[in-house]
């Protein structure tokens, strides 16, 4: 990997990668172009204070960006940020590696780098520590969320001259709830894509939008009879918006879509994932739906066997439900299939997804053993 100087000349590229990735940790998630434009005229990316660079992989691709500020300081800081498609592929932490061996070899002879974060930001705290940096402080209730209108904890870490130099990372001599988080129910990091004999499953990405709405588009009076969200028929954009906001979920861990594809052809075949998650329980729903024309194949039970799988060996899941209507003579026999035993059914426990009548839910579920 490498960092190389954004240029003014970039100016389209860099509105580009900002406003059509996803930044659910940072105060707007959703940058307009505007925005972004004026920061760029105020010297917001390129100045004495100022430097940008794109971070490329092994191919050229622009996987990331990283501005580096305070630079007419001793302590310089910096905002990293990886784009959608390319998190959970380890640029995170060789891009934070790149990024302190430029500080540190300024002529000014910098004495530290230091990054701030939420609290419950996972991905990036853990991109800070396999770079070799040290949690140094947490400031509680200092990190506003405009789109929750929440405060969190905002997290510091720092890399010391001496320690770069060393080789070394010197602890501070405390803990806090995050270790104890992991230590409790396990590491909230995994592998975004597995397989089946006949499927990829995967985390959503934005390319991901023509092909899923295609999908919708062609079975929509079969999803119609069951799913609310398609009483309607989408537009694109309709479903560009609806997956960005599944991709941010999915950083966040806040909910789980998976999207199957053929691996023979590659097509897109339909979505699933984990729902209603709790992560102090261990508890998930299964949810899918798939594209007609694949329907009768097997598909959809082979991909929630695996989804199965993948909730309990890899989120140590204690409890995994499956819930339908009680008419859905189609998703029952996915959870029957499986070996998931029915619970019980809630009578009158919802509306259809017309919203005319009542219906019942039936639930169905596995434990761990």
């Not at 023509?210 to 009076?221: D, N």
């Not at 079969?222 to 999915?250: G, H, I, N, V, Y």
Request: hydrophobic content about 35%; some cysteine; proline content about 2%.
């Amino acid at each position: 990997m490498k960092l190389i100087e954004w240029t003014m000349e970039e100016q389209e590229q860099l509105i580009h990668f900002m406003t059509t990735n996803t930044w659910p940790y940072h105060g707007n998630s959703h940058p307009a172009r505007e925005i972004i434009e004026k920061t760029i005229g105020e010297g917001g990316y390129e100045s004495d204070e100022v430097k940008t660079f794109w971070v490329e992989n092994e191919t050229s691709e622009k996987v990331g960006i990283v501005k580096i500020y305070d630079l007419q300081d001793e302590i310089p800081l910096f905002d990293l940020r990886i784009a959608d498609e390319a998190r959970g592929r380890g640029y995170g932490p060789k891009a934070l590696k790149l990024v302190t061996e430029y500080v540190f070899q300024l002529p000014e002879a910098k004495i530290r780098l230091e990054g701030h974060t939420r609290q419950d930001n996972f991905a990036m705290r853990k991109t800070f520590e396999r770079a070799g940096f040290v949690k140094e402080a947490q400031l509680r209730q200092a990190w506003f969320s405009p789109k929750e209108h929440s405060y969190y904890d905002a997290v510091t870490y720092g890399m010391t001259r001496d320690d770069f130099l060393g080789g070394t990372a010197t602890p501070v001599d405390w803990d806090d709830d995050f270790h104890r988080v992991l230590k409790k129910d396990g590491d909230l990091s995994f592998e975004e894509e597995f397989y089946t004999d006949r499927l990829i499953i995967r985390a959503p990405k934005l390319e991901d939008a023509e092909a899923a709405w295609e999908a919708i588009i062609q079975s929509h009076y079969a999803l119609k009879e069951w799913m609310p969200w398609a009483q309607k028929k989408q537009t694109l954009e309709e479903t560009t918006t609806s997956l960005r906001q599944a991709m941010a979920d999915f950083v966040t861990r806040k909910d789980l879509r998976l999207h199957l594809f053929l691996k023979e052809t590659g097509e897109f075949v339909g979505s699933s994932g984990l729902h209603r998650i709790n992560w102090d329980v261990r508890k998930f729903e299964i949810g899918y739906w798939i594209d007609s024309k694949f329907e009768g194949k097997g598909l959809m039970t082979e991909a929630c066997a695996r989804i199965t799988e993948f909730a309990f060996e890899e989120l140590q899941a204690n409890r995994v439900e499956i819930r339908c209507d009680s008419e859905n003579v189609r998703s029952r026999s996915v959870a029957e299939r499986l070996g998931y035993t029915l619970e019980g059914t809630l009578r009158y426990d919802s509306l259809t997804a017309d919203g005319k009548r009542l219906s019942d839910t039936c639930i169905y579920a596995k434990v761990t053993q």
